[in-house]
């Protein structure tokens, strides 16, 4: 069974434009025609690939349920299922946000 939160890495910048609400992505997002999420089991992964040393970054809990259709689980990294979202990322699925950090194991905390 697939999840129904996902995480979205975000700049400080990037949250502010998402609570604005019409929120179509970053620059890659933008090139790629769609919103990277990660699921949990992937967000440290994600952090480590495509984040790695910055230390101004968010990582925000969206709620899936709530984007309905515009979610299709995509192979992506190594043939895994990564959620993409076609649309605006509106501010009303963001459940949680919190500045990035890592815990006694290295991996990316998830906010609650």
């Known amino acids: 069974m697939l999840e129904t939160i996902a995480y979205k890495v975000l700049t400080a910048e990037q949250l502010t434009e998402l609570q604005r609400g019409g929120w179509r992505g970053s620059a890659l997002d933008l090139q790629d025609g769609f919103i990277h999420l990660s699921a949990a089991a992937q967000l440290t992964e994600t952090v480590d690939k495509h984040f790695a040393g910055r230390s101004d970054l968010v990582v925000a809990a969206i709620d899936l349920a709530a984007l309905g259709a515009a979610v299709r689980w ?11 979202v076609y649309g605006d990322l509106p501010p009303s699925a963001v459940l949680a946000h919190a500045p990035l950090a890592r815990n006694g194991s290295g991996e990316v905390v998830r906010p609650a």
């Open 74 to 84: 995509e192979q992506s990294r190594g043939g895994a299922l990564f959620p993409h």
